[in-house]
T-cell receptor, first 113, second 114 residues
Framework: DAGITQSPRHKVTETGTPVTLRCHQT?????MYWYRQDPGHGLRLIHY???????DKGEVSDGYSVSRSKTEDFLLTLESATSSQTSVYFC????????????FGPGTRLTVT | KQEVTQIPAALSVPEGENLVLNCSFT??????LQWFRQDPGKGLTSLLL?????REQTSGRLNASLDKSSGRSTLYIAASQPGDSATYLC?????????????FGQGTELSVKP
């Protein structure tokens, strides 16, 4: 398995509070991604990064921000959590060396009450 | 806009049966296609990656084919086992730009009965 960890694995938080999820990789892959997975919607890209300090929006980026200060870490922040952000969040990595084959982390289950 | 469809949404087969999962995409201009497996409550595991120039890829009992011109890929599972029960997702990568972002299908939930 690719060396990808996500923390925390589970979190319950209240509406209006900020939340930060962390993705850490040991593979030195250039690209990192944050997805959310919801029943009926499948996997949707939130944000991605193509290098340190280089990030861009995905299809469902409203209410989320990201930062990447080191190759190995990609942070996802919910600035003011809402119930609609209750979901399972997955981090993924890829690199040209592997023809951009994406490898996924174990996920974080977030509940906003 | 690229759309990826997987039919059926769910499939139940008896153990030992050979089976085919289908994936179709609307834009044939893809860089490659990736098949994943997801067990309940777990992350996605990459099964096979097929480049746009390839026709098929094999790994153990799994064989994935790609027909770009018709916008189709199939995942063939030989001699299915209960341990193959999971959701199978396909995803297409339109280009190598932007880190090769993936467009996912909704998945096929497979149940293999002992």
């Amino acid at each position: 398995d690719a060396g990808i960890t996500q923390s925390p694995r589970h979190k319950v938080t209240e509406t209006g509070t900020p939340v930060t999820l962390r993705c850490h990789q040991t593979e030195n892959h250039r690209y990192m991604y944050w997805y959310r997975q919801d029943p009926g919607h499948g996997l949707r890209l939130i944000h991605y990064s193509y290098g340190v300090k280089d990030t861009d929006k995905g299809e469902v980026s409203d209410g989320y921000s990201v930062s990447r200060s080191k190759t190995e870490d990609f942070l996802l922040t919910l600035e003011s959590a809402t119930s609609s952000q209750t979901s399972v969040y997955f981090c993924a990595i890829s690199d040209l060396r592997n023809s951009y084959e994406q490898y996924f982390g174990p996920g974080t289950r977030l509940t906003v009450t | 806009k690229q759309e990826v469809t997987q039919i059926p949404a769910a499939l139940s087969v008896p153990e030992g049966e050979n089976l085919v999962l289908n994936c179709s995409f609307t834009d044939s201009a893809i860089y490659n296609l990736q098949w994943f497996r997801q067990d309940p409550g777990k992350g996605l595991t990459s099964l096979l990656l097929i480049q746009s120039s390839q026709r098929e890829q094999t790994s153990g009992r799994l064989n994935a084919s790609l027909d770009k011109s018709s916008g189709r890929s199939t995942l063939y599972i030989a001699a299915s086992q209960p341990g193959d029960s999971a959701t199978y997702l396909c995803a297409v990568r339109r280009s190598r730009n932007q880190g090769g972002k993936l467009i996912f299908g909704q998945g096929t939930e497979l149940s293999v009965k002992p």
